[in-house]
């Protein structure tokens, strides 16, 4: 059953071979050429063809299998801890400028993935041919400019208040005091797995699709997030200690 589902995620999330479970026969003309483009921007798994990679994403896609369950169970069983408000400045002075300082730092980052970016596309623009380093640089601008712009979002609504702040089910069980900043992990869960993916870049296949290593190491990253807020707020320690333990593994 594992196995399956294993198989049935990598057809529609990370496809290996291009082909996935739509078809001509089930989209139209215009939105199949539209589906062709979009799918050839994703890149394509290539983790089994690297040494010693193919047990390890096997692994990884079972594991992400698992935290989708255990994610979807938690929040249809049990309820979440109170939202409370977030720490003012009598309690810490210093957080609202840390936090804009933050996002001040992710504009500089994305003011300059931009700009590189720019230029690698008027360089393409003069029919100046771009090198497979320049290509896999144009692919890393890209999710750095992704990054850099959840980042300065996030940061600064958290900076004006506007945001979530769940206090800590788990820590107050066992007489301990937790703030949780759940807008936080929303730009982990966005975040995480595209910082890593950068790392997985690898040259484009002789079709011209693009190929990445690390795809389900990458998704994994993203769920386990999503599970490792759960543990913090979820009202029940078993389901909590369950999924923080799952999050380490």
Request: with cysteine; aromatic share 12%; hydrophobic share 45%.
């Amino acid at each position: 059953v594992m196995q399956a589902a294993s198989n049935f995620c990598s057809r529609i999330f990370w496809p290996r071979s291009g082909a996935t479970i739509f078809s001509k026969a089930l989209i139209p003309g215009m939105l199949m050429t539209t589906y062709e483009k979009v799918l050839r921007m994703m890149p394509r798994d290539a983790s089994s063809k690297q040494t010693l990679t193919p047990r390890c994403s096997k692994f990884n896609n079972y594991c992400t299998v698992i935290c989708l369950v255990l994610a979807l169970c938690t929040h249809l069983s049990y309820d979440y801890s109170d939202t409370r408000a977030a720490i003012d400045p009598q309690e810490d002075p210093w957080m609202v400028w840390f936090l804009q300082s933050a996002a001040s730092l992710a504009a500089a980052g994305f003011f300059q993935e931009l700009c590189v970016a720019l230029d690698r596309c008027v360089i393409a623009q003069e029919d100046q041919p771009m090198t497979a380093g320049c290509r896999l640089r144009v692919r890393l601008n890209i999710k750095l400019i992704i990054i850099f712009t959840v980042l300065m979002t996030v940061y600064q609504c958290m900076a004006f208040d506007f945001q979530y702040v769940h206090k800590g089910w788990i820590a107050a069980y066992h007489k301990g005091h937790q703030v949780v900043y759940s807008v936080r992990y929303i730009e982990w869960v966005c975040c995480a797995p595209i910082v890593l993916s950068c790392s997985g870049h690898l040259p484009q296949d002789p079709d011209g699709q693009l190929r990445n290593g690390l795809i389900p190491s990458s998704v994994l990253t993203g769920i386990y997030c999503i599970i490792s807020w759960q543990g913090l707020v979820v009202k029940d320690p078993w389901a909590a200690w369950t999924l923080i333990g799952f999050a380490f593994v």
